[in-house]
C-alpha cells in the first residue's frame, strides 16, 4: 500500500468535509437523516474494530483463558461505563491485560 | 484584519482543559503508530496534516491491518463526516468573515474546538475578535496535538518491541474507552452490537471491507432503535 497516496487521500477527504459548509455552504444542505445517522458512526466504527481484536485477536474467536485482551477490554470498558473517566479506564484495562498475560 | 491578541488569548486560555485531555491520546497516537511499524514521517504526516485523532487512530489500525486505499478514505470519511455538522452549525455566524479566514479555520475545525468557540460565535457572532478567538482555540489545539505526538513518537522509538509488550492492545483499551461511556443510550447499545457483531462474521473479508459493512450495519440498527422507541408510547427515555 501507498502510505503517501494514503495519507495524501485522507487529508483531502478531512479537510473537504470541513470546509463544505463554511466555505461553499451556500450551496449545500445537510439532511436530517444523515445528521441522526452521524450520531452513530463513532460507537458504530470503534466497537466494530475493538470485537474482532478483543474476541479474536489470533484469527479465530478464542474465549479461552489464554486471551488476555477479552479480560482487559471488558475492564476497560466497564470502568468507563461506570466512571466515564477515559484514562484511567485505559489504565486499568492495562493491568488487567498485564496481570491475566502474566498468570495464563 | 487587525488581530484582536485579547480575544486570541482567551481562545487559548479556554481551550485549556481540552488541551489535558487530548494530551494522552497524543501520546497514545504517536507510540501506537511506531509501534504498528509505520514510518515516523507518516505518523508526523498523519498529526500535522489530517489533524483528526479518532480518523488517526483508526488509520494505524487499517493501515497495520493492510486495508486497502479505498476502505481507509471512506472510513476517514465516514469517521470525519461529524465536521461538517459543525461546518454548518458556525457558518451563520462567520457569513461575513474574509474566504481566506474561513479556508484557513475550516483546517482546525475539531470536536475541541467547535466545542470551546460554538457558544460564543453563536452569541456574539464574530464582533469583538470572534475569529481571534477561534483562531487561539484552533492554535492552541493544534500546537498541544503535534507536541505530544512528537513526544509518543520519541517513546515508542526509545522502547524497541512495544507491540511484543503488548501495545496493540492499549489501541483496544483506548477504544474500549471512548466507546463504553456512550453505550447508556440504548440506540447506541444497538448500533455498537449489530457494528460487533457484523464486524466479527465480517472479519476475514479482505482490504477490511468488513469494517465498512459493520459501520453501515451499526448505524442501520441505530436509526431502527431510535424510530422504535419513538413509536413506544410509554416506551423509557434512552
Given at each position: 500500500?501507498?502510505?503517501?497516496?494514503?495519507?495524501?487521500?485522507?487529508?483531502?477527504?478531512?479537510?473537504?468535509?470541513?470546509?463544505?459548509?463554511?466555505?461553499?455552504?451556500?450551496?449545500?444542505v445537510f439532511p436530517p437523516l444523515l445528521q441522526r445517522a452521524l450520531h452513530y458512526?463513532?460507537?458504530?466504527?470503534?466497537?466494530?474494530?475493538?470485537?474482532?481484536?478483543?474476541?479474536?485477536?489470533?484469527?479465530?474467536?478464542?474465549?479461552?483463558?489464554?486471551?488476555?485482551?477479552?479480560?482487559?477490554?471488558?475492564?476497560?470498558?466497564?470502568?468507563?461505563?461506570?466512571?466515564?473517566?477515559?484514562?484511567?479506564?485505559?489504565?486499568?484495562?492495562?493491568?488487567?491485560?498485564?496481570?491475566?498475560?502474566?498468570?495464563? | 484584519?487587525?488581530?484582536?491578541?485579547?480575544?486570541?488569548?482567551?481562545?487559548?486560555?479556554?481551550?485549556?482543559?481540552?488541551?489535558?485531555?487530548?494530551?494522552?491520546?497524543?501520546?497514545?497516537?504517536?507510540?501506537?503508530?511506531?509501534?504498528?511499524?509505520?514510518?515516523?514521517?507518516?505518523?508526523?504526516?498523519?498529526?500535522?496534516?489530517?489533524?483528526?485523532?479518532?480518523?488517526?487512530?483508526?488509520?494505524?489500525?487499517?493501515?497495520?491491518?493492510?486495508?486497502?486505499?479505498?476502505?481507509?478514505?471512506?472510513?476517514?470519511?465516514?469517521?470525519?463526516?461529524?465536521?461538517?455538522?459543525?461546518?454548518?452549525?458556525?457558518?451563520?455566524?462567520?457569513?461575513?468573515?474574509?474566504?481566506?479566514?474561513?479556508?484557513?479555520?475550516?483546517?482546525?475545525?475539531?470536536?475541541?474546538?467547535?466545542?470551546?468557540?460554538?457558544?460564543?460565535?453563536?452569541?456574539?457572532?464574530?464582533?469583538?475578535?470572534?475569529?481571534?478567538?477561534?483562531?487561539?482555540?484552533?492554535?492552541?489545539?493544534?500546537?498541544?496535538?503535534?507536541?505530544?505526538?512528537?513526544?509518543?513518537?520519541?517513546?515508542?522509538?526509545?522502547?524497541?518491541?512495544?507491540?511484543?509488550?503488548?501495545?496493540?492492545?492499549?489501541?483496544?483499551?483506548?477504544?474500549?474507552?471512548?466507546?463504553?461511556?456512550?453505550?447508556?443510550?440504548?440506540?447506541?447499545?444497538?448500533?455498537?452490537?449489530?457494528?460487533?457483531?457484523?464486524?466479527?462474521?465480517?472479519?476475514?473479508?479482505?482490504?477490511?471491507?468488513?469494517?465498512?459493512?459493520?459501520?453501515?450495519?451499526?448505524v442501520l440498527?441505530?436509526l431502527?432503535?431510535e424510530r422504535?422507541?419513538?413509536?413506544?408510547?410509554?416506551?423509557?427515555?434512552?
Amino acid at each position: 500500500m501507498n502510505l503517501l497516496l494514503a495519507i495524501a487521500g485522507m487529508v483531502v477527504v478531512t479537510y473537504g468535509i470541513r470546509l463544505s459548509f463554511l466555505v461553499f455552504g451556500h450551496r449545500l444542505v445537510f439532511p436530517p437523516l444523515l445528521q441522526r445517522a452521524l450520531h452513530y458512526v463513532p460507537a458504530a466504527v470503534l466497537t466494530a474494530l475493538i470485537v474482532p481484536m478483543a474476541l479474536a485477536p489470533q484469527g479465530p474467536i478464542d474465549l479461552s483463558a489464554a486471551n488476555a485482551y477479552l479480560p482487559g477490554t471488558l475492564a476497560a470498558a466497564t470502568v468507563a461505563f461506570f466512571s466515564r473517566q477515559t484514562l484511567p479506564a485505559i489504565l486499568l484495562g492495562f493491568a488487567v491485560y498485564g496481570v491475566w498475560r502474566w498468570l495464563f | 484584519m487587525n488581530l484582536n491578541r485579547a480575544a486570541l488569548l482567551a481562545g487559548v486560555r479556554d481551550t485549556v482543559p481540552m488541551l489535558v485531555g487530548a494530551a494522552p491520546f497524543g501520546v497514545i497516537f504517536g507510540t501506537l503508530a511506531i509501534a504498528s511499524g509505520i514510518p515516523v514521517w507518516a505518523v508526523l504526516a498523519l498529526s500535522a496534516l489530517v489533524f483528526a485523532g479518532s480518523s488517526q487512530f483508526v488509520a494505524v489500525s487499517l493501515i497495520g491491518g493492510g486495508a486497502a486505499l479505498p476502505v481507509i478514505w471512506l472510513t476517514t470519511f465516514v469517521v470525519n463526516l461529524r465536521h461538517a455538522l459543525y461546518s454548518a452549525s458556525l457558518l451563520p455566524a462567520v457569513r461575513e468573515l474574509p474566504a481566506r479566514w474561513r479556508w484557513l479555520l475550516a483546517f482546525w475545525l475539531t470536536d475541541e474546538t467547535y466545542a470551546v468557540v460554538e457558544h460564543r460565535l453563536r452569541t456574539q457572532g464574530v464582533a469583538d475578535g470572534g475569529a481571534a478567538y477561534w483562531l487561539g482555540s484552533s492554535l492552541a489545539m493544534y500546537l498541544n496535538w503535534q507536541l505530544w505526538t512528537v513526544a509518543g513518537v520519541l517513546l515508542g522509538q526509545s522502547v524497541p518491541g512495544l507491540a511484543q509488550l503488548g501495545l496493540d492492545f492499549a489501541m483496544v483499551a483506548t477504544f474500549a474507552a471512548i466507546v463504553a461511556p456512550q453505550l447508556r443510550q440504548r440506540p447506541v447499545l444497538a448500533a455498537a452490537l449489530a457494528a460487533g457483531g457484523v464486524a466479527l462474521l465480517a472479519r476475514h473479508l479482505p482490504y477490511k471491507l468488513g469494517l465498512m459493512l459493520a459501520a453501515l450495519a451499526g448505524v442501520l440498527a441505530g436509526l431502527l432503535a431510535e424510530r422504535l422507541a419513538a413509536s413506544q408510547p410509554q416506551g423509557e427515555e434512552a
